[in-house]
């Protein structure tokens, strides 16, 4: 039986048969994380009154107001008590349009070794930082034109947005203080560019049309002493005028690159990232 297909004859003792209806009829319908809209058009009327029984039983575990999920059967008898629903999970049903992204996702990818404590959520529209059980989330706002590059995952069973590995690259160098800092970058790409296309992230970049990116990229494949490997890719380059700061996250103090256009406010040097 899936674990979500609750019927009036098999629900855990003290679940009236109103309440057992309104999750067996949001299961159907595939509502596993439900908004209280939901319930009020399946419920008639009473709906509050219902929720708050739900969630005083633990069949229903709220995320915020006006947001639920249904424990799953095969929880237990703590219910809510003992279901843990992953973050990830939880992000994709907070914004439309969406993807996982930035540090996120590097970290999804195991590009970085570090565990951000924020999930951060592409969108194209302005939305509030929120914070939901033990779990902060932060919504980066961005162009349609840069809204793109990322595939839908079977996460522990739900489908969730995640941007390609080559797309978070992309991104992280978009926006370096949304993924740890350029040095939490440069240290992926220097570890990983083996796994990663990094013609697709130039690509992505000038269709992004954002010339900082490759600027930031170009700088981290010279710093790190790869740039020979990956010449062809920035033999037509050339920067912009302006000199953004490398570093977002650091002050603007250090030297004017003009190979690549950039404030170099913050030194890369891979033989840190070995020991």
């Not at 256009?261 to 020991?275: A, C, K, Q, S, V």
Request: with cysteine.
């Amino acid at each position: 039986m899936n674990k979500y297909n609750i019927s009036k004859d098999e629900h855990k003792q003290g679940l009236t048969p109103r309440e057992s209806l309104l999750l067996s009829s949001l299961a159907r319908q595939d509502k596993k994380i439900f908004s209280i809209d939901d319930a009020r058009r399946l419920a008639k009327r009473d709906t509050r009154k219902v929720m708050s029984s739900l969630m005083r039983k633990k069949w229903v575990l709220a995320l915020k107001r006006g947001l639920y999920a249904i424990v799953p059967l095969d929880v237990g008898v703590k219910g809510a008590d003992s279901f843990i629903l992953h973050n990830f999970v939880i992000a994709s049903h907070l914004v439309e349009p969406y993807y996982i992204g930035y540090w996120s996702a590097l970290n999804h990818y195991g590009l970085s070794e570090q565990i951000p404590r924020t999930v951060l959520v592409a969108t194209t529209k302005p939305k509030m930082a929120l914070k939901i059980l033990d779990s902060d989330y932060y919504f980066v706002t961005l162009q349609k034109k840069k809204f793109f590059g990322f595939d839908e995952v079977e996460f522990e069973g739900w489908k969730v947005n995640i941007s390609s590995p080559e797309k978070t690259i992309a991104d992280c160098l978009d926006h370096p203080e949304h993924s740890g800092g350029t040095d939490e970058i440069a240290r992926a790409i220097y570890f990983n560019h083996g796994e990663i296309d990094l013609r697709k992230v130039y690509g992505f970049a000038q269709r992004m049309e954002n010339n900082t990116i490759l600027k930031r990229l170009g700088y981290i494949l010279e710093a790190s002493a790869l740039l020979d490997r990956y010449e062809n890719l920035f033999r037509r380059f050339s920067p912009s005028k302006g000199y953004p700061a490398f570093d977002p996250l650091s002050p603007k103090k250090g030297k004017f690159n003009s190979r690549w256009g950039l404030l170099i406010n913050l030194e890369i040097n891979p033989r840190r990232w070995t020991y």
